[in-house]
């Protein structure tokens, strides 16, 4: 289902298809498809270099597993990430179809609509384009073998969605394609998110519509990346060291931002039409976290629909925050 042409993410040139590559004879830049998905990508995932990302996305895709068996076949080869993180990320990608449908519910909550094309900015392993089938979706992420993965769930649900490997700067789309972008918990990995704001703003259509979530950087809650509390109020410079003496583990790649950050953000890319709130939350959002935390988000999603004096409260310190843009 080809819903665009692809354009070079470097310089927006037309592209000339081959076989098993697309070139750009403006700028010389070539850029393979691998699996049957193409690599538009200008720089690697922050976790991984490219060629070891190809491999392994290619050694997942050879593994003759279900979905679910390929993301825990994914940690077992994957033994940086220590076994408690391993299966809270597990459970988080098995829940993905049921986060999708959230998304939904979340969008309808706000009055957007799944448009002409709706771009899923940071699909990972295939959530929301799952839940949201039937609609001209494409599914971009800069992990490729998380794309491998994620199309392993698409194929065992009989549906077919574009995926495209590229990095949220430097998307491969013409100018005002996108009637609509999400961007579910993406933002918080990217150092430069002034330039994926601007890279946003050149692919969506004039009347279009971008929904976010992201984590708090100042939530009283456990930081989800790695399980730690308080990670967010201390000064960055001292983020990594904190986490590596409480988990053993390093704090790297992740830019969290609190509602003051992303509101001057989002005014800085030209954006005038949004709103930078507490968000929008429903059981199905967190029935894959632990007890402790479903008990703490219920309770901030009933403080938040039932007391609205409390909601500046709540959108200062709360887990997550919904950025919704017109």
Known sequence: ??????????????LERHEARYLCEACNSVYPIIAGIPDFRVYPDPYIDLEADRAKGLHLDSQPLSFADLVRYYYSITPEVPPDLAQHYTTHHLAGVTRGHAILARLAHYGLDLGAHTLDLGCGTGGFLVAAAGQPLIGVDIAFRWLIVGRRRLREQGIDVPLVCACADYLPFPDHTFSLVVAEHVLEHIADAGRV????????LPDSAFLARTVNRF???????VGVWGVGFLP???????????????????????????????????????????????DI??????????????????????????????????????????
């Open 285 to 326: 959002d967190y029935q894959h976290q632990s007890p402790l935390i479903r008990r703490l988000f219920g309770l901030y999603a009933r403080m938040a629909n039932s007391v609205p004096p409390l909601r500046p409260f709540l959108t200062q310190f709360g887990p997550y925050l919904d950025m919704v843009v017109r």
């Open 219 to 225: 939530a009283l809650a456990p930081e989800p990346h």
């Open 197 to 204: 704001m601007g890279a946003i703003k050149r692919v969506s």
């Open 236 to 282: 960055r410079s001292a983020m990594s060291k904190y986490v590596q003496r409480v988990k053993g583990i390093p704090y790297e790649h992740i830019y969290l931002r609190g509602e003051a950050g992303w509101r001057r953000l989002l005014r800085e890319s030209q954006f005038t039409r949004f709103d930078v709130r507490y968000p929008y939350l429903q």
């Open 1 to 14: 289902m080809n819903l665009v042409e692809y354009v070079c993410p470097r310089c927006h040139s037309a």
